[in-house]
């Protein structure tokens, strides 16, 4: 289990890294021009003050809070699957990877989520800031779950997003996996005949 945790945390560094490094870059230049501009010396002691939250928050350990907590509501028995299930899990992505029983996501945020509740996942995406040769596009995966109405929103790639997806419709027959007008429409309106389209025939 120790393992696994450090495991995760190290995964949650190097997730944090790019955005560690920005906001270090960031701050060490604003403080080479505050000596000009005071609110410019201001922003970059804010950048650098949350280069160092996430530093901190990473090599801590808080980042992993919710896996914490999900593991101690686990019996004896469930920890040891737990931990079988994670070191013989898919790896979907460098933070992603789903095992038999569990789904694992090692972002900003470690986050453990049980295959049986998982009921519909599909993946988006937004425009990021445009640059000289076009924009660039950040994609994401909503996993929505049966005891909850608002999805948990997963970072993930393009190289990697349709990976997830197929490895989802292959092993869980009960997880409805991409976004239609029907899936839609029943989840939002008649969330028990949602259920219908897969769920339950899924658990049987």
């Known amino acids: 289990m120790k393992q696994m945790l450090k495991d995760m945390k190290m995964n949650s560094l190097i997730s944090l890294l790019p955005k560690i490094i920005i906001t270090a870059v960031l701050g060490v230049g604003g403080l080479l021009m505050g ?7 201001i922003i970059a002691a804010v ?98 779950l049966i005891d909850k109405q608002e999805p948990e929103i997963l970072g993930t790639t393009e190289k990697t997003y349709q990976n997830i997806l197929k490895y989802y419709e292959d092993n869980f027959s009960h997880i409805v996996v991409g976004q239609s007008d029907e899936a839609s429409y029943l989840y939002r309106n008649d969330r028990n005949q949602f259920l219908h389209l897969k769920y339950y025939s899924g658990q049987e």
Request: aromatic share 16%; proline share 1%; hydrophobic share 40%.
């Open 35 to 41: 000596q000009e501009y005071p609110i410019i010396l």
């Open 47 to 144: 950048m650098l003050l949350l280069m160092l939250w996430l530093l901190i928050s990473s090599l801590s350990g808080t980042l992993q809070k919710k896996a914490k907590s999900f593991i101690a509501n686990l019996n004896a028995a469930e920890q040891e699957k737990l931990v079988w299930d994670y070191q013989n899990a898919w790896k979907g992505s460098r933070t992603i990877r789903i095992g038999k029983d569990f789904t694992f996501v090692c972002d900003d945020g470690s986050r453990i989520y049980r295959n049986s509740e998982i009921i519909w996942v599909y993946a988006w995406y937004e425009n990021g800031a445009h640059s000289g040769i076009g924009s660039s596009r950040h994609y994401y995966l909503n996993l929505y």
